[in-house]
């Protein structure tokens, strides 16, 4: 079992940063590949980014260039810094942990709780 902790949201203007941070439970953290997605009020989840064990990382188009996804075994934890944010990045923001960088929810067996993220105009 994996258990995953989100921390870092909040309320931002538009053009602002945020990082978010995910704590992973277990001690084979190193093995897995991480994800982010966000959920925003009446939308569907969708995948935001992922890096693999060896550091690999894929992102959605939509956030492509704006946010980075890095990860430190040593702490068991996955971040996600945010740059640039647009308001269109207002959502809940979901930890996930899986076999592989995958762009789809259900090859990920673990989720966080989420944190919310809002970005003021």
Not at 62 to 70: A, C, E, L, T, W
Request: proline residues 2%.
């Amino acid at each position: 079992q994996v258990q995953l902790v989100e921390s870092g949201g909040g309320l931002v203007q538009a053009g602002g940063s945020l990082r978010l941070s995910c704590v992973a439970s277990g001690r084979t953290f190193s093995a897995y590949a991480m994800a982010w997605f966000r959920q925003a009020p009446g939308k569907e989840r969708e995948f935001v980014g992922a890096i693999g064990w060896r550091g690999n990382t894929d992102y959605a188009r939509s956030v492509q260039g704006r946010f980075i996804i890095s990860r430190d075994n040593a702490k068991n934890t996955v971040y996600l810094q945010m740059n640039s944010l647009k308001p269109e990045d207002t959502a809940v923001y979901y930890c996930a942990a899986g076999g592989g960088v995958s762009f789809q929810g259900y090859d990920y067996n673990y989720w966080g709780q989420g944190t919310q993220v809002t970005v003021s105009s």
